[in-house]
């Protein structure tokens, strides 16, 4: 059974409006995730993280959200542009202070592939 | 070159092939990671080497066979595939294992679209 869900595999958006991309997870240890971007032919970068002592993390364009509660995420992206047409993985982690944990990998969803239209 | 590399990026291989993939990092990470990702599948951990120890096999079939020489170099050796392992294989690096949380998560390279025949 995943961990890490992202259940819209595709999302269109018209330029300069917001896309927003979720992301769920089940893992109750999981406290940092990761947001990559991938382009075709071309592997996974790092876009943006958050931490769970946080709720919102900024970077430009980039914000994501995170609802510890709900075990939910989400990463908004506004204006969206052309170039942010790409596929979009979350990715978690479980809590690093935890001796179980220790070193453990990151867990990753299936992509979600956004297209912003001009 | 910086960052990850891998080669080759595109490889067609029939089923009773040995062709190896090859990941180079100049990053100074001491971790690496082999990935595969399938369509619409989330990206499947395959092996991780920490300081050119493998510390993880996920349970990965016999017919691929990792190799680090150092901690700049992993390989991954291919031999008697199948039409279902045609993926794309995905190679990661990041300063450690339990750093990766430190420093962003992994750095990944291209990848190399593996179909076989």
């Known amino acids: 059974d995943q961990q890490v869900k992202q259940n819209s595999p595709s999302l269109s958006v018209q330029e300069g409006r917001i896309s927003i991309l979720n992301c769920d997870y089940t893992?109750?240890?999981?406290?940092?995730f990761l947001w990559y971007k991938k382009y075709p032919a071309e592997g996974p970068t790092f876009l943006i993280s958050i931490s769970s002592i946080k709720d919102k993390n900024e970077d430009g364009r980039f914000t994501v959200f995170l609802n510890k509660s709900a075990k939910h995420l989400s990463l908004h992206i506004v204006p969206s542009q052309p170039g942010d047409s790409a596929v979009y993985f979350c990715a978690a982690s479980p809590t690093y202070f935890h001796p179980d944990n220790y070193g453990q990998n990151f867990v990753f969803g299936p992509g979600t592939r956004l297209s912003v239209l001009p | 070159e910086t960052g990850v590399t891998q080669t080759p990026r595109h490889l067609v291989m029939g089923m009773t092939n040995k062709k190896s993939l090859k990941c180079e990092q100049h990053?100074?990470?001491?971790?690496m990671y082999w990935y595969k990702q399938s369509a619409k599948k989330p990206l499947e951990l395959m092996f991780v080497y920490n300081f050119k120890e493998q510390t993880e096999n996920n349970s990965v079939p016999s017919r691929f066979s990792p190799e680090c020489p150092n901690s700049s170099h992993l390989f991954l050796h291919l031999h008697t595939l199948q039409p279902e392992d045609s993926a794309l294989y995905l190679c990661a690096s990041s300063h450690s294992r339990a750093m990766a949380r430190v420093n962003y998560g992994y750095t990944f390279g291209s990848g190399t679209r593996l179909t076989v025949v």
């Open positions: 990053l100074g990470h001491n971790a």
């Open positions: 893992n109750s240890m999981f406290d940092y």
